[in-house]
């Protein structure tokens, strides 16, 4: 029997333990269901296959990679020209829309300044490269340093695993930079002189809600898949 044979058949055998029934309570379930997922078994029970390891850091890597060009794409447009147009046309705005004493948006329900925007987007590029820069890095060195065989993996996964939950979780740290990114990009590059007053309020309005759908989306499909 080869190696990867074998470990599947250790996987196998961990999950054959915790087979569910229509009688179990829903607290039985929930705990039950947890012993048979890939999550616990990988990390609590340190049994991971190295073609499904690298399968899943070859995903992250090109999600990393992708999320790399977006920042650098975004400076060519924000820069100090930029900038200083937008906070031209915000001060020219009338105060039912903007203040330009406070440099604020008037809607009482966004607390949102033109330097808040800026820091925004500059902190949300900041993030977004250097989790990328980062997620990418670690996958090299996972690329470089993990064992080839499979015996030899089972022996390293305890101590590699931690690495691999690092460049998964910069991953997500990417993706939550570039989603912070997104609204006040859209309603600064896509609004126009004459509209942008009341336009960038609207338009981060509907990023916050779109923001939440999400969450809630993401949420719903994990219960789902539970």
Same mark, same amino acid.
């Given at each position: 029997m080869s190696e990867k044979e074998s470990g599947n058949n250790i996987e196998r055998s961990t999950v054959a333990k915790y087979?569910? $029934? *229509? !009688?179990? $309570?829903? @607290?039985? @379930?929930?705990?039950?269901r947890c012993y048979t997922s890939n999550l616990y078994t990988c990390w609590y029970k340190n049994v991971m296959i190295v073609d499904d390891a690298d399968g899943?850091?070859? !995903?992250v890597t090109v999600v990393n +990679?992708?999320?790399? $060009?977006?920042p650098f794409n975004l400076l060519g447009s924000y820069n100090n020209d930029f900038w200083s147009w937008e906070m031209t046309n915000l001060a020219n705005c009338n105060n039912a829309y903007f203040n330009t004493t406070s440099?604020?948006?008037s809607d009482p329900n966004l607390n949102i300044t033109g330097e808040k925007i800026y820091l925004s987007v500059s902190h949300g590029i900041f993030n977004c490269t250097f989790s990328s820069i980062l997620g990418l890095l670690l996958a090299a060195i996972y690329y470089s340093l993990r064992p080839k065989n499979q015996s030899s993996f089972n022996i390293w996964w305890p101590r590699?695993?931690?690495? #691999?939950?690092?460049?998964?979780?910069?991953t997500f740290v990417a993706i939550a930079s570039l989603l912070q990114i997104f609204g006040p990009s859209v309603s600064l590059?896509? !609004?126009?002189?004459?509209? !942008? #007053?009341? +336009?960038? *309020?609207d338009l981060l309005k509907q990023h916050n809600i779109w923001l939440i759908a999400t969450i809630l989306i993401l949420t719903i499909a994990a219960i789902l898949m539970f």
């Open positions: 087979v569910l $029934t *229509p !009688s179990y $309570t829903w @607290y039985e @379930y929930i705990r039950k899943i850091i070859n !995903s +990679a992708l999320l790399l $060009t977006i440099l604020q948006f590699g695993k931690y690495s #691999c939950m690092l460049i998964i979780f910069f590059l896509l !609004s126009s002189t004459q509209y !942008s #007053c009341h +336009a960038i *309020p």
